[in-house]
Nanobody, 111 residues
Framework: QVQLVESGGGLVQPGGSLRLSCAAS????????MGWYRQAPGKQRELVAT???????NYADSVQDRFTISRDNTKNTVYLQMNSLKPEDTAVYYC?????WGQGTQVTVSS
C-alpha cells in the first residue's frame, strides 16, 4: 500500500504563489500516474492536474497556464507550482496515486 504525504499549503494573498509537494513511499510497483486533486467546502473533489512517469501532463481548464505539475521519479515525489492564485483556488489539496490518497493540505487564498 502506497503512502502519500503532502506539504506546502498555507495562506496566500490573491496573485501569490505556493508550491505543494507530495512524497510517495511503500509501493512495490512503479507509479505511472500521480495527480493533484482539490476539494472546496461543500463541493466534490475535482481533478487539478496529473502527470505520468514519462512526463505527460493534464490540467483542469480552471488552472491551465497558472499551475504546473512536475515530478522527480528518483524521489517518487510530485510537485504542484501554483501561480496567480485566486480566492476560488481555496481548497484542501490532495495527492493521489495507485488508488491511495494523502491526508490533504489546506490552501487558502485571501486578502
Amino acid at each position: 500500500q502506497v503512502q502519500l504525504v503532502e506539504s506546502g499549503g498555507g495562506l496566500v494573498q490573491p496573485g501569490g504563489s505556493l508550491r505543494l509537494s507530495c512524497a510517495a513511499s511503500g509501493s512495490r510497483f512503479s507509479i505511472n500516474v500521480m495527480g493533484w486533486y482539490r476539494q472546496a467546502p461543500g463541493k466534490q473533489r475535482e481533478l487539478v492536474a496529473t502527470i505520468t512517469s514519462g512526463g505527460s501532463t493534464n490540467y483542469a481548464d480552471s488552472v491551465q497556464d497558472r499551475f504546473t505539475i512536475s515530478r522527480d521519479n528518483t524521489k517518487n515525489t510530485v510537485y504542484l507550482q501554483m501561480n496567480s492564485l485566486k480566492p476560488e483556488d481555496t481548497a484542501v489539496y490532495y495527492c493521489g496515486a495507485l488508488g491511495a490518497w494523502g491526508q490533504g493540505t489546506q490552501v487558502t487564498v485571501s486578502s
